[in-house]
C-alpha cells in the first residue's frame, strides 16, 4: 500500500511561484504515473500534471508553459512547480499515483493553494 502526501502550498500573490512536493511511502518509480490533479469549490476536479515512468509529460492548456511535474533525485518524490500563478489557480491540489499491473490508484490528502493579492 501506497502511501502519498502533498505538501508546500499556501498563500501566493498572483504572478508568483510555489512548488508542492508529493513524498510516497515507498519508490515512486513503482508507479507507472504520477500526477497532479486540483479542485476548487464547485468545479470538478481536474488534472494539471502528468508523469510516466518513462518521463513523458502531459499538461492541459490551461497550466502549460507555467506548471512543470519532476520527480526529485529521491525516487520517493515528486514536485509541482507553478509559476506565473493566478486568481483562478487557486484550489486545493492532490497528488495521484497509479499502477498498471495491477490497476491500482493512490490519492494524496491534498494541500490548498490560495492565489490573492
Known amino acids: 500500500q501506497v502511501q502519498l502526501v502533498e505538501s508546500g502550498g499556501g498563500l501566493v500573490q498572483p504572478g508568483g511561484s510555489l512548488t508542492l512536493s508529493c513524498a510516497a511511502s515507498g519508490s515512486i518509480f513503482s508507479l507507472d504515473v504520477m500526477g497532479w490533479y486540483r479542485q476548487a469549490p464547485g468545479k470538478q476536479r481536474e488534472l494539471v500534471a502528468s508523469?510516466?515512468?518513462?518521463?513523458?509529460?502531459n499538461y492541459p492548456d490551461s497550466v502549460k508553459g507555467r506548471f512543470t511535474i519532476s520527480r526529485g533525485n529521491a525516487e520517493n518524490t515528486v514536485y509541482l512547480q507553478m509559476n506565473s500563478l493566478k486568481p483562478e489557480d487557486t484550489a486545493v491540489y492532490y497528488c495521484?499515483?497509479?499502477?498498471?499491473?495491477?490497476?491500482?490508484?493512490?490519492w494524496g490528502q491534498g494541500t490548498q493553494v490560495t492565489v490573492s493579492s
Open positions: 495521484k499515483g497509479t499502477r498498471i499491473l495491477p490497476v491500482t490508484y493512490y
Open positions: 508523469l510516466t515512468s518513462g518521463g513523458t509529460t
